[in-house]
């Protein structure tokens, strides 16, 4: 299992363009042929640093071998073409044939299947990688953090506050009357008292006669 986080990206095999690999192709089957096949295991080089696989390299091993004894052979042979048996001559030229066809034909079939299976070159401006997936956690908070932004914008309940009992309450002011309800008063009063005052002349007055 993997752990939390971004997966590795693997490293991908970039592929040339058809022109560069049809130029790359023409160029080594023509050293084989004129070659007559002594340089057969450049082609077998160059498709066992592309695959990268065991069977290749051990091909190319094979195919070296077959030169070396090919140069031998040659080299063992008379200068003069009179003098060279047919069977000898005859076993030279299926030697050079059966290492070209092989060569050639194993080489053009294994690197064409190799490259297709790694797909079209991608177009110009596209990204060579795909995007980096979301880490395990970020994918899973998201939808989580969605359900979660409704909830802030909820008005919070008003919290009262408990009077403390070790404070004295304050007394309410005193409300001061107002200046029109006195004189008011004092007008009555001052009313009543010549009232009383003028009852009192008229009882007065009453008895003396």
């Excluded at 490293?11 to 004129?34: F, G």
């Excluded at 008005?155 to 004295?168: E, F, I, L, M």
Aim: proline share 13%; aromatic share 8%; glycine share 6%.
């Amino acid at each position: 299992m993997h752990g939390y986080g971004p997966m590795p990206q693997q490293p991908t095999t970039s592929r040339p363009s058809p022109a560069t690999l049809t130029t790359v192709r023409v160029i080594l089957v023509a050293l084989t042929v004129l070659s007559c096949g002594l340089l057969g295991w450049a082609p077998m080089l160059r498709l066992a640093i592309v695959t990268r696989r065991p069977r290749d390299w051990f091909l190319l091993v094979v195919v070296v071998a077959l030169n070396i004894g090919l140069f031998a052979f040659i080299m063992a042979t008379p200068d003069d073409p009179d003098q060279m048996s047919d069977a000898a001559a005859l076993f030279m030229m299926l030697w050079i044939l059966g290492l070209l066809a092989g060569v050639i034909t194993y080489y053009l079939y294994a690197e064409i299947r190799h490259y297709n299976t790694l797909g079209t070159p991608a177009p110009y401006g596209a990204p060579l990688h795909p995007a980096t997936p979301l880490p395990y956690q970020q994918q899973h908070a998201a939808p989580h953090q969605q359900h979660q932004q409704p909830r802030q914008h909820q008005p919070q309940p008003q919290q009262h506050q408990q009077p403390n009992p070790y404070t004295a309450p304050t007394p309410p002011p005193t409300p001061k009357p107002a200046p029109q309800r006195l004189d008011q008063v004092r007008a009555e009063l001052d009313e009543l008292s010549d009232y009383l005052r003028k009852e009192k002349k008229d009882s007065r007055d009453g008895e003396g006669r």
